[in-house]
């Protein structure tokens, strides 16, 4: 397996019209409505400038609140028109024009690019794309080996053994992305202790209660389609799929559901169980674009981000930590203090650019996106903090939160826990 911090060499350079053949007829159509919704959010900030330099001019009149009075309002009024009628008139022509731009369906899937790319939109508006309908927007749905997985047939492209090991990728990512540095820890766990691993793509920018209600029911799916007797289920979760794992836990636990019942254990990668700071960091921008009227339209920019991005202040895990309240809205971790599953051997793992553990990397530093301390379920209010026992944590050092999925280290972490013999409390 390659060192993590061996350099790699850069990738093949692709021509434009090689990736621009790997996309999708309805990758037109889901561009072409993220490029009329762009049109109208800035015509609403322009707007919302207009009206605030005229308000401090004491010329604002009797206009609604952040729109402009008189003509100028109405050619605001009239870009927004307009724009609608361009997002309908192209909606409809590309859907019909769809059939006769579809590749062959023999032809060999969408390139990684693109999905990666896909991917990182989810994860950044994914909750805007599926309100909307958007085409781009991805539904969940389980993988093996780079392709969609068919219930009906769960061996249909390789056999399957007893020990089922399925892994939740994070914010931003797709399942392709696990491989890492020339390692994949799902494909090294398969060698070494003959698990069938199955990933969940899913998408990252919808609240994490809601990731997690949709996976509890796909966990049951799957287990009852499994083809031969089961052993073992086991989940492999990074950064916020832990936060989703959780969630499913509790939701299938609420259900009733057979799976929760088969659960052996739970392996979480740098996941921010406390939340994030640099989410709070943008939270902070929030608060200081809305401190002055010249700004404050400047605010939705910010708010371009999406609530599977605002569950990270804090790490929301239930409805409960984000029904009710404005997401970005100031306020203090109000979350619902949830423990982990019970029955279930949970490890988790922590990393940290740091050589050596300090109270900067513990709280702050970490690997560069989570601090130690949520990674590690730790917490100064006791009532929140996650029982890892300390021989289920392990930290990493000189290590980054995505080197996490190639660090030699953990690899040979997570064999030693996944052989290691459980007992079900359940």
């Given amino acids: 397996m390659a060192n993590p911090r061996t350099p790699r060499s850069a990738p093949p350079v692709r021509s434009a019209a090689a990736l621009l053949g790997q996309l999708r007829a309805s990758d037109l159509r889901g561009a072409a409505r993220i490029a009329t919704q762009a049109t109208t959010e800035v015509t609403h900030i322009a707007e919302g400038v207009h009206r605030s330099v005229l308000g401090s001019l004491g010329l604002s009149g009797d206009a609604q609140p952040g729109r402009a009075g008189g003509l100028t309002g109405m050619v605001y009024q009239g870009i927004r028109g307009v724009t609608r009628l361009v997002d309908a008139g192209l909606q409809g022509a590309l859907l019909r024009l769809e059939p006769f731009l579809e590749r062959d369906p023999t032809a060999a899937e969408p390139s990684a690019e693109r999905d990666a790319v896909v991917a990182a939109l989810n994860g950044v508006m994914g909750d805007r794309l599926s309100a909307d309908g958007n085409p781009l927007a991805t539904r969940m749905h389980w993988r093996r080996d780079g392709r969609p997985l068919d219930l009906a047939a769960p061996d249909a492209t390789g056999a399957v053994s007893g020990r ?196 900067l990397a513990d709280r702050l530093v970490g690997d560069g996106l989570v601090p130690l301390n949520s990674a590690l379920g730790l917490h100064d209010d006791p009532a929140r903090c996650l029982s890892f026992p300390p021989p289920h944590r392990h930290i990493a050092y000189r290590t980054g939160h995505i080197d996490l999925l190639g660090d030699a280290g953990v690899a040979r972490q997570l064999v030693a826990w996944m052989e290691a013999p459980t007992t079900s409390a359940h």
């Fill in 164 to 359: 089922l090991l399925v892994l939740v990728h994070g914010l931003c990512m797709n399942d392709l992305q696990w491989h890492r540095s020339g390692h994949d820890h799902g494909v090294h766990l398969a060698r070494q202790l003959g698990y069938t691993p199955i990933h969940l793509r899913y998408n990252t920018g919808l609240h994490t209660s809601v990731n997690g209600r949709e996976l509890a029911g796909h966990l049951e799916a799957l287990l009852d389609a499994w083809p031969v007797p089961l052993q073992e289920c086991s989940v492999l979760a990074h950064s916020m799929g832990g936060l989703v794992v959780r969630a499913a836990c509790h939701h299938g636990a609420e259900a009733g559901h057979r799976w929760t019942r088969q659960l052996r254990r739970i392996v979480f990668l740098g996941t921010p169980h406390h939340g994030a700071p640099l989410e709070r960091a943008g939270h902070w921008v929030d608060g200081l674009l809305g401190s002055t009227p010249y700004s404050r339209p400047l605010a939705r920019l910010s708010q371009l981000r999406s609530a599977g991005i605002t569950d990270l202040r804090y790490g929301h895990v239930l409805d409960a930590d984000w029904q009710g309240h404005d997401r970005f809205r100031r306020r203090p971790d109000q979350r619902v203090p949830l423990p982990l599953p019970a029955g279930v051997a949970c490890h988790t793992v922590a990393a940290t650019l740091a050589p050596r553990r300090s109270l």
